[in-house]
């Protein structure tokens, strides 16, 4: 059982390597699970899926400055380190890494990488720099463990396309696979940042994912029309007062371009501030 196992924590690429070596002598098949840190039940279950269909599963602790803007949250970030250490063991993580910011980005560090159009739009827009933050940090971590899968959260779908079309770009030989958005019972999807949110504010916040559901209802009874399907997301929000929108998005699912009227797969993403807070959601849905 994933509870027997023994994890390994190591702390630089070198004695990153040296613990896996024996993995790839045997041709083991390895998992891999990025992460910040703050971890819940969506980080784990990405864990459990890499568990179902790899020997081993490698998982790591950073908090990347890249990916934060000036005025962003970078320093109160929620590090419960010794929390989370025990959530991945538990989980069956049979090695944790834990670089440090000079690991990752050592002196003298130029080097960045930019996805062109995807990243352009919505949390890009919203948060310049974030995406060129994600993808140089994502390559740096592939570089160090050279899985054979990687394991991402469908709940930031922009970012997982954003790293799928970096791997598929760069010929990186590893699968990129997705997993669902795992929610709270009333629908709230699982977040670090919903640690910054008060008892009224995570009273209102579930607007962003009760919204999305009177989107999907719209699509389900036939409605095409994407400005449709938005003013139903912003008809809910607006009885949620402590919910400011960011952006509520019709896209299309493989390229994010923004639809009149939906065909195909189509992502419907949203972004809102709901006090100290900045959350996502989406769905995805295929019409026909």
């Given at each position: 059982m994933a509870s027997a196992r023994v994890m390994q924590r190591v702390r630089t690429v070198s004695a990153l390597r040296?613990?896996?070596a024996p993995w790839r002598s045997q041709a083991l098949r390895i998992g891999f699970v990025p992460t910040m840190g703050a971890i819940h039940d969506g980080h784990l279950s990405l864990v459990r899926r890499a568990r179902r269909?790899?020997?081993?599963v490698v998982a790591s602790l950073f908090v990347n400055p890249l990916q934060f803007g000036?005025?962003?949250?970078?320093?109160?970030y929620p590090r419960p380190i010794h929390e989370d250490r025990a959530k991945f063991a538990g989980a069956g993580v049979d090695l944790l890494?834990?670089?440090?910011i000079a690991g990752i980005y050592p002196a003298g560090d130029r080097t960045r990488v930019h996805v062109s159009g995807l990243t352009d739009a919505f949390e890009g827009a919203a948060r310049p720099g974030h995406f060129e933050g994600v993808t140089t940090v994502v390559l740096r971590l592939l570089?160090?463990?050279?899985?054979?899968?990687?394991?991402?959260?469908?709940?930031?779908?922009?970012?997982?396309?954003?790293?799928?079309?970096?791997?598929?770009?760069?010929?990186?030989?590893?699968?990129v696979r997705r997993g669902a958005?795992?929610?709270?019972?009333?629908?709230?999807?699982l977040s670090s940042r919903n640690a910054y949110l008060g008892a009224g504010e995570r009273a209102q916040a579930v607007a962003l994912s009760l919204g999305l559901r009177?989107?999907?209802?719209?699509?389900v009874a036939g409605e095409r029309s994407a400005a449709r399907i938005a003013a139903a997301v912003r008809g809910v929000w607006r009885r949620h007062p402590l919910v400011h929108e960011d952006y509520v998005a019709v896209v299309d699912a493989a390229t994010m371009a923004p639809l009149r009227t939906v065909r195909g797969r189509v992502l419907v993403a949203v972004a809102a501030r709901v006090g100290p807070a900045r959350l996502i959601d989406n769905f995805e849905w295929s019409g026909r």
């Amino acid at each position: 059982m994933a509870s027997a196992r023994v994890m390994q924590r190591v702390r630089t690429v070198s004695a990153l390597r040296r613990a896996m070596a024996p993995w790839r002598s045997q041709a083991l098949r390895i998992g891999f699970v990025p992460t910040m840190g703050a971890i819940h039940d969506g980080h784990l279950s990405l864990v459990r899926r890499a568990r179902r269909t790899c020997d081993r599963v490698v998982a790591s602790l950073f908090v990347n400055p890249l990916q934060f803007g000036p005025t962003e949250d970078f320093a109160r970030y929620p590090r419960p380190i010794h929390e989370d250490r025990a959530k991945f063991a538990g989980a069956g993580v049979d090695l944790l890494w834990e670089p440090a910011i000079a690991g990752i980005y050592p002196a003298g560090d130029r080097t960045r990488v930019h996805v062109s159009g995807l990243t352009d739009a919505f949390e890009g827009a919203a948060r310049p720099g974030h995406f060129e933050g994600v993808t140089t940090v994502v390559l740096r971590l592939l570089n160090a463990v050279q899985p054979d899968e990687l394991w991402l959260g469908q709940k930031d779908a922009q970012q997982a396309m954003v790293i799928e079309r970096m791997v598929a770009d760069l010929l990186l030989p590893v699968r990129v696979r997705r997993g669902a958005t795992v929610r709270m019972r009333d629908g709230l999807a699982l977040s670090s940042r919903n640690a910054y949110l008060g008892a009224g504010e995570r009273a209102q916040a579930v607007a962003l994912s009760l919204g999305l559901r009177a989107a999907r209802a719209h699509l389900v009874a036939g409605e095409r029309s994407a400005a449709r399907i938005a003013a139903a997301v912003r008809g809910v929000w607006r009885r949620h007062p402590l919910v400011h929108e960011d952006y509520v998005a019709v896209v299309d699912a493989a390229t994010m371009a923004p639809l009149r009227t939906v065909r195909g797969r189509v992502l419907v993403a949203v972004a809102a501030r709901v006090g100290p807070a900045r959350l996502i959601d989406n769905f995805e849905w295929s019409g026909r």
